[in-house]
């Protein structure tokens, strides 16, 4: 029996794709552009039926690369090298299996979308705390392999942080059945830390177990001018002294950011009468409902005013106003995505080292590629700027294409000389493995070559990817 | 050269104990009696060391049980079977390395106590949120090695969730430079996870980075009587919706326990005119200094007391009327550590289980055991309440101590079936080893198996511990 008939005989019909028109949306990445082959798509409905794909993969070699929402940064969900491959789409495994409000846990298999989750969540009276711009067709699945980050790491930390159990299927087809709702189990090793953030290289996550946590209640939302991402520093550390943990995101949006996101969408309007140089997005939240944030924030910012560290704020006064503000944030996001003329980044320093990663990298970029622009946004409350670039006006597109991956390395040395990583929140993927390779060899590459054998000696689960 | 000789090569002469006065307190557990047998002590003083003792260890055959503050309950520090065993204590390992205020992070060294390190941070106006009982002498390395919780894990989570990165030296004496002090950090896989929780068995922890948490600046602290664990837990809810993370503590009080600290401490005073069958000791705090929380936990209790959940509420009104409540907690905890007519237990449940877990685990032990006396307390808002057993009046305590397996082995089988934990927060150490193969064999074993292998292939770190 071959591949195709042995995928056939525990598959259902919707469950095989094996047509080229068929498989090209999962051969093809459009955010990368990587590309790659497969003979077949599984498309399982069950746990079973993975486990069943995984146990005919193995006994016919094939190489398996599991496929969430397609939304990953770092080419990953496409197959890398190495034939016989099939792309395993969890995306027929959408069920919530269950949700305990009491406990505030969730149980929800890999294809399930994450706003699909937050959603559940939300209706029980909890939230799930992840919140990210792919969070339309992200799943759940790929959160956690990948250990996505996003918007509210500051407060609520990674998808790491809410995964209490995993159910995930094995290389050779056995189940572990990790699906664990406990805030705290200490007995023996903490197995699920294989399948979190090792992005389809060692298992297949078919379903997790979630810690939920409180709904915010209360919020406020302000943005504030600044001068420098040295004042957005010295901003957050006076937010996080005073304010401490009800800051639940901490945004820096330079200016060329926003000049991407209005030659994108001209209705938009400056949130301020003077155009500043840069802006910090805050928002605070507490799950208290009677507490109210605004005169909290307002007193933290006016602070800030009276020693020059910001120049102005714009307190949100209404959800109207809220929403604006987060589609400023949104939207130079958006702007960026898919222009081929930005190069986007994605690397974290400590916290204490983010203006000087900005200014370091300004240089890095400008003695490479003069006239480049610098678009550094994002978490500056947890040291992941990414330092965006844009080409300069003059370069043509396909030599600016060209120059990229220098560019990236430069950004990424420098962050790497500051103590820092070269993939703060998207992974590694095809498009990082070789960079990961020469920053973090030696004994780090030892201890990862081991986990990758002990789990997948044959190393079928997503080649090419990571180690 | 033999082992002695080699050791001694690489430590200096406080580093090396051999002489059996010197190295009795390293193989004798007063708390579960557990006794080993090894040939030396290393007590080396730099990483470096560290890694030269493996060395000599690994050349050797030598096992390896590292020692952080002797203080775990499952008798993880005394060596178990096998030699020539060594003790590799870390506790000159006591350097601070590093305390960044701005990024929120510490670096210490494995030797450094627990108690120490909260010191540090509350001195750079922050706080290392890891509150146990041991935290006089427990230490970082046994912290991360154990992932300690403790009385806040309600709110801040277990020690994994304030490890940033490691320094481990490995079982073949190479070093894992991993100390990264990155909030965010997806370069690969989560290697650290390999060394937490994992009580030494796969490496030795040298160094932590650790994140800190802002300080709380405000707080509330409380006492509610109510009349069974059902109201207890449902008080939880209550008080976890309306005050969502502002809860940092809430712990179960059984009468029982009340009377053994009472019966320690004759001076100590009942909180209430009344005796109450149950109690719930909750703490509120906030970093947010301008926020008044006394009346948002009265609101909360108020309300409580109108829907009959808590029968009676005392609200400390100063410093010192919140440290006499929690000295009833911390007492209770003493009162039965050392007695050995009490059974110490560490299972945890989904917290929708909590109550169903006592009222089944009180039924469990009445059956084998009648007349014993369930001390179920603890940490209500995360599922593990401790549930002790009180040997009967009239039982001699030396048939009590002959029975103590099957009762800790039958409040374990409760747990379980309700999807619990048979060691919630103390870990395995050798005490529940036997146990958790049973109860996690299979699919499971065969993983941490694996991972064994793969660190420790000759099988010499911590043997007959955990795996």
């Excluded at 250990?147 to 572990?176: C, F, P, S, T």
């Excluded at 020059?308 to 702007?335: H, K, Q």
């Excluded at 980044?345 to 006239?371: C, I, N, W, Y």
């Excluded at 994002?378 to 965006?388: L, Y």
Aim: aromatic residues 4%.
């Amino acid at each position: 029996m071959n591949l195709l008939d042995a995928l056939g005989a525990v598959l259902d019909p919707p469950g095989l794709l094996t047509g080229a028109a068929d498989l090209a949306p999962y051969l093809d990445d459009p955010i990368t552009r990587a590309r790659g082959e497969a003979v077949a798509v599984a498309r399982p409905a069950s746990t079973e039926a993975v486990a069943a794909v995984m146990a005919a993969a193995a006994a016919h070699g094939a190489h398996v690369t599991a496929r969430g929402g397609g939304t990953g940064f770092v080419g990953g969900a496409v197959p890398g090298p190495g034939q016989p491959a099939i792309v395993l789409s969890l995306e027929r495994m959408r069920r919530i299996r269950a949700v305990d409000a009491v406990g505030a846990t969730m149980i929800a298999e890999a294809g399930v979308a994450l706003a699909a989750a937050r959603e559940a969540a939300d209706a029980a009276g909890l939230q799930l705390p992840i919140v990210h711009g792919g969070a339309g067709s992200a799943t759940i699945g790929g959160t956690v392999a990948t250990n996505a980050g996003g918007l509210n790491v500051v407060k609520y930390g990674m998808a790491r942080q809410h995964v209490l159990g995993l159910e995930v299927v094995l290389a050779d087809g056995r189940i572990w059945h990790g699906l664990r709702a406990l805030r705290k189990d200490n007995a023996g090793y903490d197995l699920k830390q294989l399948f979190i953030g090792t992005e389809g290289t060692l298992g297949i996550v078919t379903a997790a177990a979630l810690a939920l946590a409180p709904r915010p209640l209360a919020r406020a939302t302000a943005l504030a001018a600044v001068a420098s991402p040295e004042e957005a520093l010295t901003l957050f550390g006076l937010l996080r002294r005073r304010l401490g943990d009800l800051v639940a995101a901490c945004e820096l949006i330079p200016r060329s950011a926003l000049e991407l996101h209005f030659a994108r969408r001209p209705e938009a309007r400056d949130p301020f009468a003077t155009p500043h140089g840069y802006m910090v997005l805050l928002e605070v939240e507490s799950p208290a409902e009677a507490l109210d944030l605004e005169p909290l924030a307002e007193a933290a910012l006016a602070q800030a005013l009276e020693a020059d560290i910001a120049v102005d704020v714009i307190v949100a006064r209404s959800e109207r106003e809220r929403a604006e503000l987060w589609a400023l944030r949104e939207g130079l996001a958006e702007a960026q995505a898919t222009d081929p003329r930005v190069l986007k980044s994605d690397t974290a320093v400590p916290v204490a080292q983010t203006a000087a990663f900005v200014a370091e990298a300004s240089r890095a970029v400008e003695a490479l590629m003069p006239g480049a622009v610098p678009v550094p946004f994002g978490h500056i409350g947890d040291g992941n700027i990414h330092f965006n670039v844009l080409a300069p006006a003059a370069m043509a597109t396909e030599d600016f294409l060209a120059h990229k991956a220098r560019l990236a390395a430069s950004i990424a040395e420098v962050s790497v000389a500051l103590g820092g990583s070269i993939a703060a929140e998207h992974g590694i993927g095809r498009d990082k493995r070789d960079l990961l390779a020469t920053v973090r060899g030696g004994v780090e590459h030892d201890l990862a070559a081991a986990l990758k054998q002990a789990l997948d000696p044959a190393g079928r689960l997503n080649p090419g990817k990571v180690v």
